[in-house]
């Protein structure tokens, strides 16, 4: 069920009840993408009481009345003998006929609920067509569901009639399975080999399936032990690779010849170039690829341009063919391509290597590397670069380019191979600078600190090696990439303001804009510089775009999105969602995907919406599960998620993201205890608290920087455990330090004061900060409260409810914890609960952003248009049309307008 959950769910509400009444629903898809396994999943569901008939309809069903009626029913037998001769009688009129199919039907079923399916509907006799259509139109609990291929139907066929039909007469329920996401593939390797997939693995599979989940079982049920890398280059299964020949077995003689040359000419085909190779005319090549493409052979990928609909088609014809006719083939499209004055680089070298010319083959990887470097194909720059690198393994130009696309796609162990041999092999300063630098961030994103520094010594001997320059310039950037990611700020500045004075002498724009993107990003991580920050990196992106400069402008981007916020949600909104084009522009794999996602949750938490934020990065986590990754991208959303989970009070997947935390090696310090000692305060159990935080404390006093959200969410936790004043003393000393932002050094600050009993200082410092635009609406939620408990601690009570009433305007999209302290301090001052009838409700009790949706809905807009012009999700813009319903009181998107409008 991979990537089908939400299908299911549609189907599993359709499902019959004794009190309920008829639904149908129809199933679309290609052979082999998961109806029927949805159908028998939808079936495993369904109370023991219900009735399940499942008729299967075969090739040349067509011609054998009822087929589909008589599968259902085979081997039962409470089924009239009388009604089966009946049924099968041709002299009986089809409507006497008709009516035997329903009395075998009703007898079947009586007043249980029932499940009635007819499999492969596209195969179906014209009788049990009609069969299906009378079902359709009865009353009772029942559910109908057919499957078809949507490719398969043509107008002769009694399905087509049929379908039309169903759609005027019937509330027909549409379910169309698509093929599998890249993501979804990866996932169904996790849950069929019980491990994640390598990424590179995983990509190169789903290219070969299509994304279709039975060729996809199918090629892992042919290698015993489930090695998904081996799997890549395994042979086709012999059943399978009979299915997909039997695609082209009556192919003419013209069209045979055509569509072998189509297997040797790659992943895309040009209708030129296959018109030059087969010296097919265009008006009989149109007509054969017209036919191609009918069959499901072929699909038309762009203008003149074809591919095969799934890459075992090819492979399984091409492996028929001699290899003689491949390289004749293979020779003849490198001609025609090198005497065009190819712009493909990529086909050329495919070309040149299958009709086995390396010197060609080498020239157009290099070249291509670079050409998909700059356009941010990072995985069609890799597999270039590693063809030529089979031939020439000392190639510089090729290992920077397989060391650069590595990086970019997430590939980190490749990536750390061929920056080492690039830069053990490198002869010239930059090239020496450049793979240092990279080296940096690949160590980085691995956790591997002690290489870090190792590498770092090195670029601190080669710039005592090199003369003032481009080396230099670009060394002492690496230093202050590796100064910045070891929070050693003070030498980063040092060593931007350096590169950049060199930058500037000897005219070097890109050692310009790198050294000003360490030097921005160095100051946003400080309260007192963040502005300067954010001012030279609003100024980066706009040069960096101009210039090509992809990654720089991507990360400039996100360093904006994650520090302090804009000014409004919807900048906010642009930012992450030009971080994320940029992002894709130059092929970085992990601020296009991963860090997309947290980007979407940071929006939600700034609207002060829990659910959305909640919904964003499980999307994210999910579509990163099932892959096997290292470093920090290996569970990149874990933290996080375990901080709105313990937000929301869901305390068992908690649970179940340290075990996951756990497994992983090279964990930040503070990580496991942190959430540990969060989640024992969480279920107030004391012993396992005390125990956490100690192991806490010892390893924050071995991290250089520190974490005011961190603070105050973990003595927010020992505040509801209720840990002992000395040990909450010390635990506020240890998470606060003179960097932390001053907002939340003053929340915590006045948490410790109440405690304390000090309420006027807690009183003035909560007061201090309602309105600081560094926190978010949650944040400033519990901030009112706390001010609420102290006025009631002074018997000040129409002051504490002002506080209380902001705080319930700010919490009434969160829940959790803080919503619960709300809640007990109404109860102090004799109000309904926060949500409750009395509380705020209707249009007042919308947000900003849900009275900007709101006003949208009453123009009509879908969820997608929603979703764009918004820059949000279509699954967040549901969660907003949900929250405004309920709030609103309302069932439908019509009846906003009218409130809207009053």
């Not at 028929?320 to 001609?335: C, I, T």
Request: aromatic share 4%; net charge negative; charged share 25%.
């Amino acid at each position: 069920m991979i990537g089908r959950e939400s299908e299911l769910r549609r189907l599993v509400r359709l499902a019959p009840s004794p009190s309920g009444g008829a639904a149908v629903a129809v199933i679309a898809g290609e052979p082999g993408i998961g109806k029927t396994r949805l159908v028998h999943e939808l079936l495993e569901r369904m109370p023991a009481e219900t009735v399940v008939l499942v008729g299967q309809a075969e090739p040349g069903s067509l011609s054998r009345p009822y087929e589909v009626l008589l599968d259902a029913i085979d081997g039962r037998p409470e089924v009239d003998e009388e009604q089966l001769a009946a049924l099968a009688d041709a002299t009986r009129s089809p409507v006497e006929r008709l009516h035997t199919g329903l009395a075998i039907l009703a007898d079947l079923i009586g007043d249980a609920p029932a499940v009635i399916v007819f499999e492969d509907l596209h195969w179906a006799d014209s009788e049990s067509a009609a069969l299906f259509e009378r079902i359709a139109d009865q009353r009772g609990p029942r559910l109908l569901i057919g499957t078809y291929r949507p490719d398969e139907v043509d107008r002769r066929q009694p399905v087509a009639g049929l379908l039309a039909r169903l759609e005027r007469r019937h509330a027909v329920t549409h379910v169309r399975l698509d093929r599998l996401t890249p993501a979804q593939t990866a996932a169904l390797l996790a849950a069929a080999t019980g491990a994640p997939a390598p990424l590179r693995a995983a990509t190169a599979l789903h290219h070969r399936t299509g994304g279709n989940p039975f060729f996809l079982e199918e090629l892992l049920r042919a290698l015993p032990g489930y090695d998904v890398e081996a799997l890549v280059e395994q042979p086709l299964p012999w059943s399978l690779a009979e299915v997909l020949r039997r695609q082209v077995d009556d192919l003419e003689p013209l069209s045979h010849r055509i569509v072998e040359a189509a297997t040797v000419l790659g992943h895309r085909i040009p209708f030129d170039l296959l018109a030059d190779v087969t010296g097919a005319g265009e008006d009989e090549l149109i007509a054969v690829l017209r036919d191609l493409v009918t069959r499901g052979v072929l699909v038309e990928s762009g203008e003149d341009e074809f591919a095969f609909r799934h890459a075992l088609v090819r492979e399984a014809i091409a492996d028929q063919m001699l290899g003689r006719q491949r390289r004749r083939l293979h020779e003849a499209a490198l001609d025609v391509l090198l005497r065009g004055g190819a712009s493909d680089p990529a086909m050329v070298a495919h070309h040149a290597r299958g009709a086995g010319r390396y010197d060609d083959m080498i020239a157009a990887a290099r070249s291509g590397t670079a050409l998909y470097l700059s356009i941010g194909s990072a995985y069609q720059a890799l597999q270039l670069a590693e063809m030529g690198l089979d031939e020439v393994s000392d190639d510089t130009d090729l290992l920077a380019g397989a060391a650069r696309a590595s990086w970019l796609a997430g590939l980190l162990d490749d990536a750390l191979r061929y920056g080492r041999r690039w830069h053990d092999l490198a002869t010239a300063a930059t090239d020496r600078a450049e793979s240092l630098y990279l080296l940096v961030r690949i160590a980085w994103e691995s956790r591997e600190y002690d290489q870090m520094r190792a590498l770092t010594h090195d670029i601190e001997t080669l710039i005592a090696q090199l003369p003032p320059g481009a080396g230099q310039a670009r060394a002492m950037t690496a230093i202050a990439q590796s100064s910045y990611l070891r929070d050693e700020f003070e030498a980063a500045l040092l060593w931007c303001d350096r590169a950049l004075a060199l930058a500037a002498e000897f005219d070097l724009p890109a050692v310009r804009l790198t050294a000003l993107l360490e030097k921005g990003s160095t100051l946003t991580e400080r309260a007192q510089s963040s502005a300067d920050g954010r001012e030279i990196l609003s100024a980066l992106v706009d040069e960096a775009e101009k210039a090509g400069e992809w990654v720089l402008a991507a990360r400039a981007l996100n360093k904006l999105v994650q520090d302090a916020p804009p000014t409004s949600p919807s900048e906010h909104a642009e930012i992450l969602e030009r971080m994320r084009v940029d992002a894709e522009r130059a092929g970085l794999e992990s601020l296009s995907v991963a860090t997309y996602f947290q980007g979407r949750a940071r929006l939600a938490i700034r609207a002060g919406d829990l659910r959305a934020a909640i919904a964003a990065l499980e999307e994210g986590r999910e579509q990163d599960r099932g892959y096997q990754r290292r470093g920090r991208w290996a569970d990149f959303h874990g933290v996080f998620l375990a901080g709105l989970y313990l937000e929301a009070g869901e305390l068992d997947r908690v649970d179940r993201i340290i075990e996951d935390l756990t497994a992983l090696p090279n964990n930040p310090p503070a990580t496991i205890p942190g959430l540990t000692f969060h989640l024992a305060c969480r279920r107030h159990d004391l012993p396992r608290a005390e125990a956490a935080l100690g192991e806490l404390i010892a390893d924050l006093e071995t991290q250089n920087w520190r974490s005011g959200e961190q603070a105050h969410d973990l003595i927010s936790a020992a505040l509801e455990l209720g840990l002992p004043v000395e040990r909450l003393d010390r635990a506020a000393a240890v998470l606060l330090d003179a960097e932390v932002w001053d907002a939340y050094r003053t929340l915590v600050d006045a948490q410790m004061a109440e405690v304390h009993g000090r309420t006027a200082e807690a009183l003035a410092g909560y007061e201090s900060i309602t309105e600081d635009p560094a926190l978010g609406p949650a944040l400033r939620g519990t901030i009112r409260v706390g001010a609420a408990r102290c006025l009631l601690a002074d018997d000040r009570r129409a002051e504490a409810t002002v506080h209380v009433e902001a705080a319930a305007s700010l919490l009434q999209e969160w829940g959790g914890w803080r919503v619960a302290q709300l809640d007990q301090v109404r109860a102090r001052l004799g109000l309904a609960p926060a949500g409750a009838p009395d509380a705020v409700s209707g249009p007042a009790a919308l947000t900003p952003r849900e009275r900007e949706v709101a006003v949208l809905i009453s123009d009509g807009l879908t969820n997608t248009e929603l979703a764009r012009r918004l820059y949000i999700s279509p699954k967040t813009a549901a969660v907003h049309v949900s929250n405004i319903l309920r709030k609103l009181g309302i069932t439908s998107r019509t009846e906003v307008a009218d409130l809207i409008g009053r």
